[in-house]
Each structure stands twice: as structure tokens, then as C-alpha cells.
């Protein structure tokens, strides 16, 4: 059972184009050994793919300059901007595209199912030799904001998804500093997560808090 689990898992890494020659080839050989008939009899496929994933991945193969208009997952604001794609991967249940972004001059990621248009440009460009490993996240600067949060366990997720410093730890509450360009990010967060998520310093993000709930029950009422 084990060993059918590490196949699939496998075969879901090559099935979303991600898979490195050595990862292509241990698959191979483990579906000899495991099941024979892996190719008749099992496939995995990752389902839920965003609509410009294959022209992301074109653009990303092609070295071509693209045009995306972006709404961006903070203030909810869309943006038009010429970005030079790297390539095209997949993690924690989403796609997203690495890319030279032109607009600030600067590596960028962007969530594919956040691009709402996406024009693939007829001008080429050079990817670098060593481009960055492809992430999700972020290093903190001079003049962003900073919180910090009470986690319960239901919500240890997010130390794996946003750019966090971990202050304390225990079984029950895990209290992390949350670090942002702007309040909205980690305000949005906290009201989504409910009970599973206190609030302990941050008097912008607590501002930011209150007026989403207000407006929320304004809409509501």
C-alpha cells in the first residue's frame, strides 16, 4: 500500500510537468516493479487546472514576453504589467507562474487563477542561468507591517503558506509574526480563520479587522 501511495504521488508530480529527468525515471522503474500494468491500469491526473495554464506554460517554454492583467490577492486591485515567465509550478492545491516582473523591476509569483487575461507577446527574452528555486513567499522590508498571531493547531497550515517567524510554540496555540506590504493581507486571514486565530499585537492590522467586520455586517444586516 506504501508503495502504490509513493507511485501515485509520483506520477501526479510528472503528470503536472514539474518532474525532473531523475524523478521521471525512478517512476518508471517503481511501476515496473510495483505494477506492471501501471500504464494500462492506473493514471493520475490532477484535476481543477486554472483556464491559462497552457498558455502560461507556452510562454514559460518559449522564452516570450507575456502581458497579464492581475488581481492581486492582498487589496483585491487589478494591474497591468509585462512579465518575463521562468516557469510554471504547482503547490498547496495551486498553480503559479515565477516570472520576471518588468512593472517593479524584480522576481515576482504570481497565482495563475488570479491572472484574468494573459497575452503572450511575440518578443523573446533570456532566462537567467540560475533563476531562484520556485516558491511561494517572500523576504520582509523596510516599510512593511508586521502582527503577531495566535494559531490553534487547525490553523498550523499557515506557517507553511505565508511568510512567517515562528515566536512560540506549544500544543495548543502556536504564535507566529506575521509579516505584509500592507494590513489587508493578514487582516483578510484572521477573519477567515475565526476561532482558530487570536489577534496578539498590530494596532493596523486590528484597524483593518474591525473595518472589514463592520462592513461585513453592514452588507449582512
Known amino acids: 500500500a ?13 503528470a503536472s510537468g514539474q518532474a525532473g529527468k531523475e524523478l521521471q525515471s525512478a517512476v518508471a522503474k517503481l511501476s515496473k516493479v510495483v505494477v506492471p500494468e501501471a500504464s494500462q491500469a492506473l493514471s493520475v491526473d490532477l484535476a481543477g487546472e486554472p483556464a491559462l495554464l497552457g498558455e502560461s506554460r507556452r510562454a514559460a517554454t518559449e522564452q516570450r514576453v507575456v502581458t497579464l492583467r492581475y488581481r492581486s490577492i492582498g487589496r483585491e486591485t487589478e494591474t497591468v504589467r509585462d512579465v518575463e515567465p521562468w516557469s510554471v ?12 516582473c518588468r512593472l517593479v523591476g524584480d522576481e515576482r509569483v504570481f497565482r495563475i487563477d488570479r491572472i484574468r487575461e494573459l497575452v503572450v507577446l511575440d518578443e523573446r527574452f533570456e532566462r537567467p542561468q540560475n533563476p531562484a528555486e520556485p516558491g511561494v513567499g517572500y523576504s520582509p522590508s523596510e516599510g512593511d507591517i508586521s502582527c503577531e498571531i495566535a494559531l490553534a493547531p487547525e490553523a498550523r497550515w499557515v506557517l507553511d503558506y505565508y511568510p512567517v517567524e515562528v515566536l512560540k ?28 486565530a487570536r489577534l496578539v499585537s ?8 474591525r473595518s472589514i467586520g463592520d462592513a461585513l455586517l453592514t452588507t449582512y444586516q
Open 2 to 14: 506504501e508503495a502504490i501511495s509513493l507511485l501515485a504521488s509520483g506520477m501526479a508530480i510528472v
Open 89 to 100: 509550478f504547482t503547490t498547496l492545491g495551486n498553480w503559479y507562474l515565477q516570472a520576471h
Open 169 to 196: 510554540e506549544s500544543k495548543t496555540t502556536t504564535i507566529i509574526r506575521f509579516f505584509s506590504t500592507d494590513a489587508e493581507v493578514p487582516a483578510r486571514l484572521i477573519l477567515r480563520l475565526g476561532n482558530n
Open 202 to 209: 498590530g494596532d493596523e492590522v486590528a484597524a483593518r479587522v
